[in-house]
């Protein structure tokens, strides 16, 4: 089963920037279609956005134009660039394939706040 450590989130000013790194075990990685996923206070997981094996993307209406999601299959790595940050982008985020049923990792807190 592919496990997955998120990491790059941290506390930013409304309108800033951040990269998500999501790095994956497992040399199958590149077959996946992966999904960042967050969670935000009292709230529950959504998912934001999604890129197939070959490179195909789609996004949340709330993040579209803002948010980009990409891979590096050699590197067994999905990222999420996420510019011109809003508070309601607070929120825990997580990486995963949807609809796998899969675990989930830790996930990399981003709080947006002034």
């Known amino acids: 089963q592919v496990q997955f450590v998120e990491s790059g989130g941290g506390l930013v000013q409304p309108g800033g920037s951040l990269r998500l790194s999501c790095a994956a075990s497992?040399?199958?990685?590149?077959?996946?279609?992966m999904g960042w996923y967050r969670q935000p206070p009292g709230k529950q997981r959504e998912l934001v956005a999604v890129?197939?094996?070959?490179?195909?993307?789609n996004y949340a209406d709330s993040v579209k134009g803002r948010f980009t999601i990409s891979r590096d299959n050699a590197k067994n790595t999905a990222y999420l660039q996420m510019n011109t940050l809003k508070p309601e982008d607070t929120a825990i985020y997580y990486c995963?394939?949807?609809?796998?049923?899969?675990?989930w990792g830790p996930g990399t807190q981003v709080t947006v706040s002034s």
């Open positions: 995963n394939v949807p609809g796998s049923g899969g675990s």
């Open positions: 497992g040399s199958i990685f590149r077959i996946y279609t």
């Open positions: 890129i197939s094996s070959g490179g195909s993307t």
